[in-house]
């Protein structure tokens, strides 16, 4: 379908195919370097620049103005019409812009973290081919491109994470990945056939658009029933169901929320950009695409998979000695409290928590790549034996590491949601929301608001335990081996400005003059949901007071269990802590409900195949050769034979028969004489 677009509106549907092409262009270039070449880091690092000021030319020049859409036919099956083009409104270019931004500083910091791999090049491709997988998932207009598009993120994270395949865990931990994402994918695919049947279009617009096709579908009388044709009720939920699966994959949500943790093992920088703002957001971009498609019940459903994720990701942080998984889990709690915000309705927020979690969470693990990266170098100085993302190993490096320290803990406060930060006013308005959707829910939910209360809790305690660990007390290292020699540093500049420019973008005046309100950000004002409630009731006062007191209590017993060695007033080795530790034991569940039984079912199918299959065309070519020696034998010797014989017998005649041909008269007369005395005798006998 053509539309009529303004000049400077097919501008901007240009500049964000620029933008998405641009870390392609690096991709293709890179593609073709030499291995370890440094210049593929300048290409991807350019050009994530160049994408990331054309996502800000069409930020300014799109958002909060309207919708701009630009199609035109891809191809044509039957009477189909399969459309491609770009969708530019609130959230895509919120989105655009975002992962540029989240981008950007990772391939900087990624140029001095990587300068000593010697796959650097490889790095880049992967990583530039991973942001255009991104990007044009955030742009395309129809749900065709969208799987398309979902697919290559998934592809290319696969790629990040395996990328030292050299590891074993690395590729344990990529095909995880890979396998509990393909899942969802199946239920995604299944949504968009769905989907098509119910309403003949692909067309994001056309579907879930102001005054879309969806907004004019009921449910009545055991029908689905939309303006085009109508299913059988079921068919609904099943679509949705599909879509939460997708969501469910692709954000770590219970249960295939297990791949995540395991995802550490690709490099920290790789990391950083995953639990930002690229792969696991894209579950949550889906949700804010076809939020319309939802009905209350659904609602309802995401809103308890999301609390429920929350605070089991939360639970296992607490007791995680790996900073990197404590920091995947912090991930897992955060896209939980996003989900549960759709869930009660509360979109704009769980959006605005999507942004401001991608800054704070990337820095974080930015930070951790400095600590690690400086970890390693004393193990490989010392010829140490040791694990370099292991906390125990850590602490007292706010001193060496000042800068790093300090952007630490302006994450980890925003993190928390303490005041100031732009944490606080997206946390806030979540938790509100939840209160507010619960007064209308009985039995279950009313408990939804308070378990995500207990959460953030848990998070200031597991955030305060990490900062502690690792930057007060004593350098725990030396405690092992206390002869050592180290040497670290924040690093170059690299490793800086990065951590300087998220840190800045964690501060509340990022998002909004007004620190304590969180209806005064710009990104919470651009998705008011029609539902939007004013300051009408209590929660929007004891809720960040009751929260943000009791976080800092929490805070402080952190303190004096890290830091002053206070013991807790529990026993730390209970149930309670061994289930946490061992993350709820959900690997070993899954491994005795779904990988032992497959693998012996792939060994009994191996075996039956090697002897069962492989053993009957063994023991069939056995007889065929066999019966092609006899046939053989047969074709030899009583053949060829019978037919050699018969050659005998006929040489043997023929040459009897010239021994008569002497030339002697004599001979001839004597013969003839025989004969006719033989013939004489014959007749007389006869």
């Known amino acids: 379908m053509k539309e009529t677009l303004t000049s400077d509106n097919m501008n901007m549907a240009y500049h964000a195919l620029a933008a998405v092409m641009m870390p392609f262009i690096a991709f293709a270039v890179n593609f073709f370097l030499k291995r370890g070449s440094k210049v593929s880091g300048w290409i991807s690092t350019i050009a994530i620049a160049i994408s990331a000021v054309i996502s800000i030319i069409i930020f300014n020049h799109t958002f909060n103005t309207g919708t701009i859409h630009f199609s035109r036919t891809w191809f044509t099956i039957g009477a189909t019409n399969v459309p491609v083009g770009i969708l530019l409104n609130n959230l895509s270019v919120l989105m655009l812009v975002l992962v540029n931004l989240i981008a950007l500083p990772v391939h900087i910091y990624s140029m001095a973290y990587m300068s000593h791999d010697k796959n650097y090049s490889r790095y880049f491709t992967y990583l530039s081919f991973f942001c255009f997988s991104m990007l044009g998932l955030v742009v395309v207009d129809n749900l065709a491109l969208v799987y398309a598009f979902w697919e290559l993120v998934g592809f290319a994270s696969y790629l990040l994470i395996g990328f030292w395949y050299k590891k074993q865990s690395a590729v344990q931990a990529n095909k995880k990945a890979f396998i509990m994402n393909r899942i969802g994918d199946v239920g995604l695919l299944i949504a968009i056939l769905i989907l098509f049947v119910q309403y003949h279009t692909f067309d994001i617009g056309t579907l879930f658009g102001k005054d879309g096709l969806v907004f004019h579908s009921v449910i009545n009388a055991g029908s689905w029933i939309g303006p085009v044709t109508q299913l059988p009720q079921v068919w609904q939920y099943v679509a ?410 006929v040489k043997y005649i023929g040459n009897l028969v010239r021994s008569f041909q002497t030339g002697r008269v004599q001979y001839y007369l004597i013969s003839m004489l025989a004969v006719i005395v033989a013939w004489f005798i014959f007749k007389t006998l006869i």
């Open 240 to 649: 949705c169901g599909g879509i939460m699966l997708a969501v469910a994959a692709k954000s770590a949500q219970f249960p295939l929320h297990t791949w995540l943790p395991d995802a550490m093992e690709g490099p920290t920088s790789v990391s950083a950009l995953i639990h930002a703002a690229t792969m696991v957001a894209a579950g949550i971009f889906l949700l804010g695409r076809v939020y319309p498609l939802f009905n209350v019940h659904e609602l309802d459903a995401l809103a308890v998979m999301g609390c429920f994720t929350a605070f089991m990701a939360a639970s296992i942080a607490l007791t995680q000695n790996d900073l990197k998984r404590v920091l995947a889990f912090s991930t897992i709690s955060q896209l939980g409290f996003m989900v549960m915000a759709m869930g009660v309705g509360a979109y704009a927020s769980s959006l605005f928590h999507l942004v401001t979690h991608a800054f704070f969470k990337c820095l974080l693990f930015l930070v951790a790549g400095v600590v690690i990266h400086e970890m390693q170098h004393i193990k490989d100085e010392n010829g140490l034996d040791i694990d370099p993302q292991n906390m125990l190993y850590m602490g007292g490096l706010r001193k060496k590491l000042p800068l790093t320290f300090i952007a630490a803990v302006i994450g980890g406060l925003a993190l928390i949601g303490l005041p100031l930060t732009s944490g606080y006013l997206s946390k806030d308005g979540i938790l509100i929301q939840a209160f507010e959707w619960s007064d209308s829910k009985a039995g279950i939910f009313k408990i939804v608001p308070i378990l995500t209360l207990i959460t953030s809790w848990m998070t200031a305690f597991y955030v305060a335990r990490l900062i502690f660990k690792v930057f007060f007390g004593k350098f725990r290292l030396l405690d092992v081996h206390p002869n050592i020699k180290f040497h670290v540093s924040d690093g170059g500049w690299n490793y800086k400005l990065p951590l300087v420019f998220l840190s800045i973008c964690c501060l509340f005046p990022v998002f909004s003059l007004n620190p304590v309100l969180y209806e005064h950000a710009w990104v919470y004002k651009a998705f008011l949901p029609s539902n939007f409630l004013e300051r009408q009731n209590i929660y929007h006062t004891i809720i960040p007071a009751g929260l943000n007191i009791l976080s800092l209590v929490v805070i402080y017993w952190a303190y004096a269990v890290y830091i002053q060695e206070r013991k807790l007033p529990i026993r730390q080795n209970n149930w309670l802590f061994d289930l946490s530790y061992n993350q709820w034991y959900f690997n070993n569940l899954y491994n005795a409900i779904f990988v032992k039984p497959v693998l012996a079912l792939s060994n009994g199918l191996f075996v039956f195949d090697r002897k069962g299959i492989d053993g009957f065309i063994h023991a069939l070519q056995n007889i065929v050769i066999w019966l092609g020696k006899l046939a053989a034998n047969i074709d030899r010797y009583i053949i060829d034979g019978l037919l050699h014989l018969l050659a005998a017998i």
